[in-house]
């Protein structure tokens, strides 16, 4: 990739205005790659703040395709991407051309897991988190933590969100925060307790200005901490986590474990022949409560128990969850929409 001319540089002329940025981070922005794991509510505010902002290479993989609900808090898109029945990615990329042409974006409409993340991280300079589970969260920082590869996690639900850099080597990693992925059930996802799009926008935004800082070679003023907002009751906490790291007992980064990059964690698919329908199960994630699951999903769509069984119907699709953590997503042999209906409705 060339470097910009200044004739080039001249549409972020306030940007470099901005001192500890300049003229010579805009550059290194100029040449920089930045991965973005999802493009839905945070990923599109990811990718349109960073594309604006002149980052030269946008990779962004997403599994997904777009559902009208998703223009409540997803920016990239509008009515004509919904009724076109477009992939996210697919959406994202044009846009983004439209508002930056002078930048690469690559599309990759896929499932990140343990057999591409490699191939996704080749040549990026950061990954940012727009995903909406732990599993691939748990993925992307065994990779980046093995890789030596900055990366800023980000999540949100309801009208709260938090947000953490990880840069292996300098700072505590996700793992050292959150030993282990919340079994599936355990825990509310947008599509259970709902979200407001005033936190995605603050959240996102408050990951795109560290990526910013990160590409521009900034680093040192990146944010330590694990921050946690919460728009309704107007609360930003700051969680130090000095001495997590120092600890040296995490068993991503000081250990050097990587059971979700080497396979052996996370959800192991089989599709069901014949029955048009996905297998989802989760070893080791045994004893999940089918009475506290159907609470949380009352109101999505038709809800039936019994000792053995919880049935979810929404739509076209039927997820079957056991206590033992399996779940049959009929309506679907695409094992990449089964985990996406997953992660929506029962978590991960």
Known sequence: MSPPSPAKLARYERQMRYEPLGEEGQRRLASGCAL????GALGSVLANTLARAGVGKLRIVDRDVL????????????????AQGLPKAIAARHRLLEVNSEICVEAVVADVNAANVADLLDGVDLVLDGTDNFETRF??????????????????LG??????????????????VVRESPPPGTTPTCDTAGILAPIVNVVASIQACEALKILSG????IQPALLVIDLWENRLRQVNLDGLREAGDCPCCARREFPWLEGGRGAQTAILCGRNAVQLSFPGHAGLSL???EQQLRGVGRLARNPFLLRLAVGKYELTVF???????AGTADVAEARSLHARYVGS
Request: hydrophobic share 35%; net charge negative.
């Open 323 to 329: 206590p033992d953590g399996r779940t049959i997503v």
């Open 159 to 176: 009208a709260e969100g938090q947000t953490m850099t990880i840069v292996p080597g300098r700072t505590p990693c996700l793992r050292c």
């Open 291 to 293: 009475a506290a699951l």
């Open 139 to 156: 993925l992307l920082n065994d990779a980046c933590v093995q890789q030596q590869l900055p990366w800023v996690y980000g999540g949100c």
């Open 36 to 39: 973005i794991c999802g493009c």
């Open 218 to 221: 900034r680093i040192e003023a």
């Open 67 to 82: 559902e009208l609900n998703n223009l409540q808090r997803q920016v990239l898109y509008d009515e004509r991407d919904v």
